[in-house]
């Protein structure tokens, strides 16, 4: 499994929280490429509920992680 910004950016939008099959599905009816699907279809536990993409991947980053300041916008 191999996730990066923009694959993640399609799940940004998902109805969270939810199950494999649910990500599965919104990715493919969103339009999401195929390494998306790939990528959920490799999560180890079916009925696992996701509360976001920071329980798919962890490294996720958030906005924290970015050096900007939001007032000067």
Known sequence: MFWTLELASYLEEAPWPATKDEL?????????????????QELDVEDEIYESIEDIWPDYPSQDDFMFNEDEY
């Open 24 to 40: 599965i599905d919104y990715s493919i009816r969103s339009g999401a490429p195929i390494e998306v699907v790939e990528n959920l």
